[in-house]
């Protein structure tokens, strides 16, 4: 099992800025992506922000410019570091990382796709 802990997450007025952290731990045998999510009441989850193995990354169009993503390849740890926050970038948090784990038993190892717990951020009008 892989098992995220998100954390960083709460309330910021306009034009402040949070950052947010998202560790990954467990039968991790190796990453292939990790990113960010968000969902706000009434709408549907949306990309924020994802990087790959090789450190490419890419953003939702109204991220672009304030938010940037990180990952430390040796703690398993994705951040996002958000800036200029506006209410519209209110939303839950949800932190995905995508790759392979060893399983007892198992000749390979198998693939995962695990989600956080999520974590609420505030920016209020």
């Known amino acids: 099992q892989v098992q995220l802990v998100e954390s960083g997450g709460g309330l910021v007025q306009p034009g402040g800025s949070l950052t947010l952290s998202c560790s990954a731990s467990?039968?991790?045998?190796?990453?292939?992506?990790m990113g960010w999510y968000r969902q706000a009441p009434g709408a549907q989850r949306e990309l924020v922000a994802r990087?790959?193995?090789?450190?490419?990354?890419n953003y939702g169009d109204s991220v672009k410019g304030r938010f940037t993503i990180s990952r430390d390849n040796v703690d398993n740890t994705v951040y996002l570091q958000m800036k200029d926050l506006k209410p519209e970038d209110t939303a839950v948090y949800y932190c995905?990382?995508?790759?392979?784990?060893?399983?007892?038993?198992?000749?390979?190892?198998?693939?995962?796709?695990?989600w956080g717990q999520g974590t609420q951020v505030t920016v209020p009008s």
């Open positions: 995905n990382v995508m790759g392979y784990m060893t399983v007892d038993g198992a000749p390979v190892p198998r693939p995962f796709d695990s």
């Open positions: 990087i790959i193995t090789s450190g490419s990354s």
């Open positions: 467990g039968n991790i045998f190796s990453i292939n992506a």
